[in-house]
């Protein structure tokens, strides 16, 4: 059974800091997506990564998928406080099941 | 505009009381999906669809039925609601999860009493 868990559960961070959500998962995948959810609102797509050594960047987020060590990165570059929500990591099992992250608070202080 | 839309957006029901929560694309999306979203626990696929007629369960499909007519619409069923059902549902669509991005809808807070 796939098992997905993501690390830290809450991140406060100062503005113009660097830091990572990590988020493991228990068996062979290369499927891997990463969401962000706003309090009160829906689900945004932010990447989907879908091979070994995969790196995408959208602003001053970059997610890169190492599926050897069945380890995603967002790597979060000098954080303002817009980039405050929930990112969640979900994983993609056999057939087109996906699994969730139980998601990582972001909190973002000027 | 693209989009997914649930209805209703909220609900407060009944233990047992049968209800239909109803979702729809815009976007000719082969793949469609049902969450529920718990405190602490993330998302939880209740259910998903390749296509049409072609449904399959997910991690929590427990209590729910779904079914998959039309392209457009997939309905989620809940024929005798229970507490422990109660939670924030979303639904989601993508051409095809392999390789895409999701879309996801507004959500349904259902609260079952």
């Known amino acids: 059974e796939l098992k997905v868990e993501q690390n830290p559960l809450f991140l406060s961070m100062q503005e113009g800091k660097n830091y990572t959500i990590y988020c493991n998962y228990s068996?062979?995948?290369?499927?891997l997506y990463w969401y962000r959810q706003d309090p009160g609102k829906s689900l945004e797509s932010l990447f989907v990564l879908l091979s070994n050594g995969a790196v995408k960047q959208e602003g001053r987020l970059m997610a890169s998928l190492d599926t050897k060590a069945r380890l995603s990165t967002l790597h979060i570059t000098a954080a303002v406080h817009d980039l405050s929500a929930t990112y969640f990591c979900a994983v993609g099992e056999y057939g087109n099941k996906l699994v969730f992250g139980a998601g990582t608070i972001l909190r973002v202080k000027s | 505009e693209a989009q997914v839309t649930q209805n209703p957006r909220y609900l407060i029901t009944v233990t047992g009381k049968k209800l239909t929560v109803t979702c729809s694309q815009n976007?000719?999306?082969?793949?469609m999906s049902w969450y529920r979203q718990d405190p602490g626990l993330g998302l939880r696929q209740i259910y998903y669809?390749?296509?049409?007629?072609?449904?399959d369960k997910g991690d929590v499909p427990e209590g729910y039925k779904v079914s998959r007519k039309e392209k457009r619409n997939f309905p989620l069923i809940l024929e005798s609601p229970s507490p422990n059902q109660t939670s924030l549902y979303f639904c989601?669509?993508?051409?095809?999860?392999?390789?895409?991005?999701?879309?996801f809808g507004p959500g349904t807070r259902l609260t079952v009493t």
């Open positions: 068996t062979t995948s290369d499927r």
């Open positions: 989601a669509s993508s051409h095809s999860l392999a390789s895409y991005e999701q879309y």
């Open positions: 669809s390749m296509n049409v007629e072609v449904t």
């Open positions: 976007m000719n999306h082969e793949y």
